[in-house]
């Protein structure tokens, strides 16, 4: 892979042609590649479960007011200990939460970093339930703590039984649960989690970034006389807030003092704690579309089978399918149509973001004009 310039040159000077491996990376990432989720220019983008619904006017207007006040104050450093925004994130979620319960990161991967790092590392290990959150793994790689896999139970579910089964036989130093899981849209039930922190004597993390699109209890009701128990959130799914990279978890304030030990100086910029305070003061009409997604996302699992594929149950703002001959041709058909979904690497499974009705209509007509790699049933026939 040569570097930018011509021919191997650069401001006049032969870098020569240089590729990853000859670089003296660290021996336990060479050969992995970094995570790559599609970015394309498309009429219909529904692969990696954000918010299609655009933030309301009014409130993108307070969000906007926020950030020039803000912006008249960037030439000092933003408040290191987010106090404001870590308020604004307990009140939102309430359970007694105050903002020693809180910690917010630039999106909830480098929550989920933090964590790592803090608890996981060299020789400490870190157990997930597969198929799951395609980042856990990477950020255990990047983090140096070692990834353990356990098995589901059918329907990509986890029963406490089996939860503490894998923990007690890998002895994990973490335990990452997600809740619901990703990308399958299976909730958790919260006796499975009370189940796996008794197993443990380390940290268990409740991935819960999808919490508001599920009906079911949440793991923050759980918190208290539990201080290894975290967990973590996003603003990105139901707030609408992918692009200002906002997340965060709640947890035992001890928990916080140690995630301190290893974030970067002021790693919050007083942009994103002003638009993430902006937008909180608005959580209602943020999540009033919350009702809509989830009406797209049923709409989808009704209609899925008619064409003849096999919806997975979703307490999420996606729904993974099964019954797919060739996912990656109908994946590239529906592309090659301006429509953009996700392959997830499960055998004969899609999966696609709920969408607005225009597009969740616009997608189940495209899939139901599909021919020779659609479903499995009818390919048989």
Partial sequence: MALPGSDGLRDGHNWGVTSLSDLPIRDDLRGLEPYGAPQKHVRVQLNVNENT????????TDIVTALARAVMGVNRYPDREFTELRDSLAAYLGHGLDRDNIWAANGSNEVLQQTLQAFGGP?????GFPPTYSMHSIIASGTGTRWIEAERDAGYEISPETAVRAIERESPDIVFLCSPNNPTGTPLGLETIEAAYEATEGILLVDEAYAEFADGATALTLLEGRPRLLVSRTMS?????????????????????????????YHLSALTQAAAVAALAHAPAMLAMVDD??????????????????PVPSASNFVLFGGVAEPHSVFEELLAQGILIREVGIPNHLRVTAGSDAETTIFLDALARLEGSGPLDRIAQ
Avoid: C, N
């Fill in 123 to 127: 020789g400490r290990s870190v157990l």
């Fill in 293 to 310: 997604i989830k009406s797209q996302r049923d709409r989808m699992i009704a209609a899925l089978p008619e064409l003849g594929y096999t």
């Fill in 237 to 265: 799914k139901a707030f609408a807030f992918a692009g200002a990279r906002l997340g965060y978890l709640a947890a035992d304030p001890a928990v916080t003092d140690a995630l301190r030990l290893v974030r970067l100086p």
């Fill in 53 to 60: 619904h655009p933030i309301p006017e009014a409130v993108a």
